[in-house]
């Protein structure tokens, strides 16, 4: 493999830059992707001999130089050449490019770590947080915004991830073979290339696409692979710093407290998967408490590895041997052998007692038989129960460090693991439940006309009346007579009965909140609340504050839309005001949570306008709560892309208006960001340690505004103008009637679900016409496939030109100065018009789509040119990325590996529409090598959904 010309990558996704401004500093990672490339090199020779190696370097370096040399003549021998190849050399070629990149990442990843590894810890996340907050309001002030941490990473199964499991695996096995440094020419290095060579071939002889569509099971595989590193590697060393990092500046957190903890939706979520049903929720709980109830064996294990501590030495502890006699009294708990071996270390019996119990919480689970007091554990609560016994009985013996160290971390760990790993969200599409209110109260006949017809403030007081009754709607009968639901609105209303066996199971824990997709007003969260009340999760039979009273679920509107983000503080007032529902936030601590849906937002409006409609919500949900007395946790649904809320996420989180952090936040985890973050521990420590520090600095010190109220309000003033401008701009093409034809003869996203990235259709159920009913999700990918990224800038330069030309340049230079919101949003556009090339997709257009469409390319070339333009003149730079030189060059030089696939894509896709449009069946082969275009385009890029 040709060794020169270096395939250096930039950091599109990690929140350090791994390279500074010096050109020499990463020779290392330089040295790595070239080390890792001659390996491939050879394997490629091995596979397909000297002729595909000649290839790929031809290719390479034509491209090379048309990109460099701007020439569209050699571009348009290169695209020549690529079209004609035969599919026996296209498919083997796009492959080759397509492990550049991937192993190209791999060397990225590994190189990360290195950096952080030598970073020295004072300059680490939370170090320089904590220091800074006690500089500003001192220990006291530390000590609050630690009371109040409750930060949740939410993975779920969005499907933008278009790596395998398998070829992920062996990537890891490449990174960890990388991690340790060997000397050039030496025999470990030998033998070091030797194992990368073959990781390498094994990786080469890997199908990267998916013959079968995930199963949400399959899914929730995924993730647990991720927890059970992060809660056995990563969380022991990220809460032992934390706590000795607080200790040393005056605060402390209290003994359960888990700052920072993970839900999943995977099994959850139905918003328009048919294939998550109740059924589906079981069996995703229960492997979710298998892998609990294994990791919390392997800690326990480990502990009883060390705490070998003898009675000879310290004597019997009463309270800890009546423990003990209580756990004896099952004759399964602990065997007679080990009760011999560690009749004189009553920690180790304690710990196996303990043991045990999880074995036969692991058979209850199975078997589905009733909690035995005693024997199994009810929830993760009754395992706390029993550490609180083992710490205070080793203080009671002197051993105060290893209460507070070994054990207190372990408990910690399992505090935040439970019986159920990750808290499950369960979100459902508000219709869903109108519809099954609907049968509810038509049956009852007490209403003027069908439930369907009354309008949405109808709605809000027919509910708002029965939520406040005592009487049950339809009670029993709702079981027992099968005409009173259909078989759609049986499937909405039974995962509420599977959310209360699953409270019965798991403990409360297991399933918290209930989130209602395109909630457009308060009926949509009271139809939830209803049937919930219904199917016993709610029982509000006393009055407000009464003892009798319960609710185990807690509701979350889900604003996605512009229409519903200017409403959000109205909808928060309209059901604060309503007893019934106030009494169920009080039941859940005084807490509302709300999310806030980045994708559709960007989608309906642009990504200015959706992304200062967020903001504004923000400031009008937290003046809600305050009012109310209530606790506001938003959660954030953002994607790996610009155009889905993705971005730098300690730059998003302190981005917030001021007051919205009181130490709880949201937000998800999706897609290939998952394994970006978290595949090599460091790493995903380092994403731990930032989305903890920018909680404590925004909750500790965000209070206020940053600026005084005049610049607030004139700042908000000038991004309205801004937002105004860049909204009608990108209205005038999202209402272009011929959108939807140019946006799937641009783009391959008819091909996307034939990837089999995930369980859930690229389409709502609700709606199929045109655009409207396409997800967020393959509107982002397939723009980017096409190298247009409209989502991600579409707009900006019409909204910043409006607002500049009305004598608001100095304005916008302040706010870009000023406010941390608009300085983050001009720097994700910034990144995206970067990674935007209109050369590439102007042969996407020309080569697919219909030439009366071409205006419409005209168009976004138009904004394309102007959005730089305007970006350029605002932030000083002669050319975008000017002020990240490392990212500039690195972009450039993926591009001449990137360009190749993108020509073979637009080739293939050629080919498999001449074919349908013949009516010939599309040969298999044809579409694999299209498929592997996707997968290609999609590793050069990176952060594509």
Known sequence: MPETDAFPVPTLTSEFPVVGDDPHIDAPLRASVRRLSTLLGRTLSDQHGQELLDLVEQVRQLTKEAKSSGSTATARDVQKRLAELPLEQATPLTRAFTQYFLLANAAEQVYRVRALQERPTAESWVPRAVQGVVDKVGPEGLQEAVDSLDVRLVFTAHPTEASRRAVLTKLRRISDLLATETAEGSVERRRQDHDLSEAIEGLWLTDELRRDRPTPQDEARNVLYYLRQLYLQTLPGFLDDLREELRAKGAELSERQVPLRFGSWIGGDRDGNPFVTAQVTREVLQLQAEAAIDIATQVINDLISDLSISSVLTGDDEELRESLRADLAFESQVDENQQRLFEQEPYRLKLGAMRAKLAATRARLRSGDAHVDGKDYRDGEELQADFEVLRAALSRHGAHKVADGTVAIAQQVLAGSGLNLATLDVREHSEKHHEVAARLFDRVGELDRPYAELS?????????????????????????????????????????????????????????????????????VLAAALLAREAGLITLAGGPGSDENRADIGFAPLLE?????????????????????????????????????????????????????????QRSLRDAAARHGVTLRLFHGRGGSVGRGGGPTYDAILAQPYGVLEGEIKFTEQGEVISDKYMLPTLARENLDLSLAAVIEGSALHTAPRTTPEQLDRFGEVMQQVSDAAFTRYRTLADDPDLPEYFVTSTPVEQLGDLNIGSRPSKRATSDKGLDGLRAIPWVFGWTQSRQIVPGWFGAGSGLKAAREAGLEPDLHEMLKHWHFFRSLISNVEMTLAKTDMQIAAHYVHSLVPERLWPLFERIREEYELSVAELERLTGVLELLDNQPVLKRTLAVRDRYLDPISYMQVAMLQRVRAAAAAGEEVDPELQRALLTTINGVAAGLKNTG
């Open 561 to 617: 839309e512009v229409a519903d983000l200017r409403s959000s503080g109205e909808i928060l007032e309209r059901l604060f005001s309503d007893p019934s529902y106030r009494e169920i936030v009080r039941l859940n601590g005084d807490r509302q949570e709300v999310m806030l849906g980045y994708s559709d937002g960007n989608k309906d409006a642009g990504v200015i306008t959706s992304q200062w409609e967020i903001h504004q919500a």
């Open 456 to 524: 949405r403030v109808e709605r809000t007081d027919v509910l708002s009346s029965e939520l406040s009754s005592r009487r049950p709607l339809v009670g029993a009968a709702i079981s027992e007579d099968e005409t009173i639901l259909d078989d759609a609105t049986r499937t909405t209303y039974g995962v509420f009965r599977e959310i209360r066996e699953a409270h019965r199971s798991y403990g409360t824990a297991a399933i918290e909140t209930y989130i209602i997709s395109m909630t457009h007003g308060a009926d949509d």
